[in-house]
């Protein structure tokens, strides 16, 4: 068994699988490298569902990435559905923690660890898919000395994930997923030195591997902002931009992103749309609890009718008719809030 040269991480979302079929297609036998993958993929999927798709379509080995197992060359590892996937020197950690960018595996917490654990020989790779998950890994990897490529936005299915890292940064190469194969083949024969990648990005890699609650840790990262952690209720700490974007050498980020101490984080787009799940749950458990209170009030208001109580019965229907003012409000609330969500 021989360690790779090079770690490979790959991210995508929407559109994944026929791309991801593709690309693993193009990949050469005797490269010097192991890959990863992070799909985004339900809860519920099988794990090795990837797999059994991927496999007919390589002669490199595909597998379900496993706790402490060693990386080898010339292996693909997928990550399992509800499980964060980390790579450590030689071997790879799975993860329980919270959910980044509202996803469990995350792209960002694969592509941060393997910048702190191999920096320069790591090849961090966008395809297709929505919103912006892998964009703050991709920031780490490219602070960290590793190359950095996305497919071309014009031919991906989904172009905002590959969009959002080419709004954020300079990438290495951004280019059609054709050629990707040779490309990264040509990147391996290279041999670069391994750096020490910076410190928050070790430290928040730090944080997803061993799920780190405290509050120094994510004190180091950023100041505290006026926002709650829409999952758990705690305080969000706003990541600088120094922090998440480019450093000196390669210019200034401009990607916001929050986090808090309990290891939940958000780009500001998954947080509006994370704000925008629970503002709605929110108000359907109040419209269930005042419907309910207005039919108990009504069988009240019946009860007390049948009894010849009239004025006790006056007074509950009033009540009933108060809160069917503010159920009616509350629909409304509800339908004009589909278009904001």
């Known amino acids: 068994m021989k360690a790779p040269k090079f770690i490979i991480v790959v ?5 994944g699988m026929n791309a991801l079929i593709e690309f693993v297609s193009q990949l050469k036998e005797n490269i010097d490298a192991a890959f990863f993958i992070v799909m985004h993929l339900s809860r519920t999927s099988i794990s090795d569902f990837l797999v059994h798709r991927l496999q007919p379509h390589t002669s490199l080995k595909c597998e379900v990435a496993k706790e402490d197992a060693k990386i080898e060359k010339g292996h693909i590892y997928v990550a399992a559905p509800n499980q964060h996937l980390l790579v450590k020197k030689n071997k ?3 993860g329980w923690g919270p959910e ?30 929505s919103l912006d998950d892998g964009t703050t890994g991709m920031l780490a990897i490219k602070r960290s000395g590793g190359t950095c490529m996305v497919q071309d936005p014009n031919e991906a299915e989904y ?11 300079e990438v290495d190469y951004c280019i059609p997923l054709h050629q990707m194969g040779e490309t990264i083949f040509e990147i391996s024969q290279n041999n670069p030195e391994e750096i020490a990648a910076p410190q928050d990005v070790i430290i928040e890699s730090e944080i997803a591997e061993r799920v780190v609650v405290d509050y120094e840790h994510v004190k180091q990262l950023g100041e505290k902002s006026i926002y709650a952690c829409p999952d758990c209720g705690g305080g969000l700490w706003d990541i600088p931009k120094q922090n998440v974007g480019l450093n ?8 916001d992103r929050y986090r808090c101490h309990i290891g939940h984080s958000y780009s500001e787009k998954d947080l509006v749309v994370k704000q925008g799940e629970i503002l709605e749950s929110t108000l359907w ?4 609890i005042m419907e309910e209170r207005r039919t108990l009030l009504k069988k009240m208001e019946d009860d007390n009718q049948k009894k010849g109580l009239s004025k006790m019965a006056s007074s509950y229907q009033e009540k009933g008719e108060d809160i069917q003012f503010h159920v009616d409000k509350m629909k409304e609330i509800l339908y004009a809030t589909q278009d904001t969500l």
Do not use: C, H
């Open 11 to 15: 991210g995508t979302s929407a559109g």
């Open 92 to 94: 790879i950690i799975l």
């Open 100 to 129: 980044e960018n509202r996803w469990r595996p995350s792209i960002d917490v694969l592509f941060r660890s393997a910048a702190a654990a191999y920096s320069t020989r790591v090849i961090g790779i966008v395809l297709t898919g």
């Open 159 to 169: 172009p905002d994930m590959p969009l959002s890292v080419l709004n954020n940064m």
């Open 248 to 255: 000196d050498k390669v210019g200034q980020g401009n990607s």
């Open 285 to 288: 458990i109040a419209l269930r």
